[in-house]
């Protein structure tokens, strides 16, 4: 399965941060904003990623991350000149998903928690139809929204309804066949004159082949695209960092417990960051 991160648009939710720098470029505690979706995707098995952002901000991604040797990956990078809504991504992307199996995930969106990887690689093994995943929320009118029947199976997904059927929400992480950017084309703009992910999904449910996972109440999932949400993302992460003295999100990290670079390759890794977070890749080169 490849992988997409989208990281477009412009952040104005978070201006002034956002008037010189990609929103998710913004420090996240200790890390860059992309690095957690960035290990979502690494934990789901995923090593061929295109990153689609602006043109304003494409060079710094390519700064950043390169071309993903150094964790063992492969990264491609597409401009979306225009925000088009996220299924656009499939359309950017056409060339890159080339018919095969493909998983988006936003690039502002964190996640974490206890048995999250073994779920991502299940959903990452699919050859037909699509996964997303439903996350309960108090404030569901601000997502897409999930309707289950009285046994749990998804009968409609709504976007941002005024009148929400449940409080499940689906996170910004979808999984789907190599079918997507066919249908992606073949969609109407919405009312806003964007793609959405929920027509694209409710697609896919019109066809019977969605399926949706419900994701645990030991799984943390945080949107950082606001001040406050932003904050609350830092804090979070600072808070189970300094308790469990694990990292979350270290690229470098899941590349060497994946197999995808070996112990000399983390060291001198380690060597690129004279800190705290030098001295943590060299305590888990070490173990």
Known sequence: MKGIILAGGRGTRLNPLTLSLSKQLL?????????????????????????????????????LL??????????????????????????????????KPVCLILGDNIFFGHGLGEQLKAAAGLERGA?????????????GVVEFDKDMRAVNIEEKPARPRSHYAVPGIYFYDGKVSEIAAAMKPSARGELEITDLNREYLKRRELRVE????????LDAGTHESLLQAANFVQAVQDRQGLMIACPEEIAYHQGYIGRDDL?????????????????????
């Not at 299924?87 to 018919?99: S, T």
């Not at 996964?131 to 601000?142: C, G, L, M, S, T």
């Not at 060291?267 to 173990?287: D, F, M, Q, S, T």
């Open 267 to 287: 060291v001198r890794l380690a060597k690129n960051a004279p800190n705290a977070y030098g001295e943590y890749l060299r305590r888990i080169a070490e173990e």
């Open 131 to 143: 996964v997303v995943f439903a996350y309960e929320v108090k404030d569901p009118e601000r997502y």
């Open 66 to 99: 390169g071309d993903g040797r150094q964790w063992g990956l492969e990264f491609s990078y597409k401009i979306q000149d225009e925000p088009r809504g996220l299924a656009d991504a499939f359309i950017v992307g056409r060339e890159f998903v080339g018919g």
């Open 214 to 221: 419900i994701i645990g109440r030991g799984v943390a999932w």
């Open 27 to 63: 420090p996240v505690y200790d890390k860059p904003m992309v690095y957690y979706p960035l290990s979502m995707l690494m934990l789901a098995g995923v090593r061929e990623i295109l990153v689609i952002s602006t043109p304003e901000a494409m060079p710094a991604f390519q700064a």
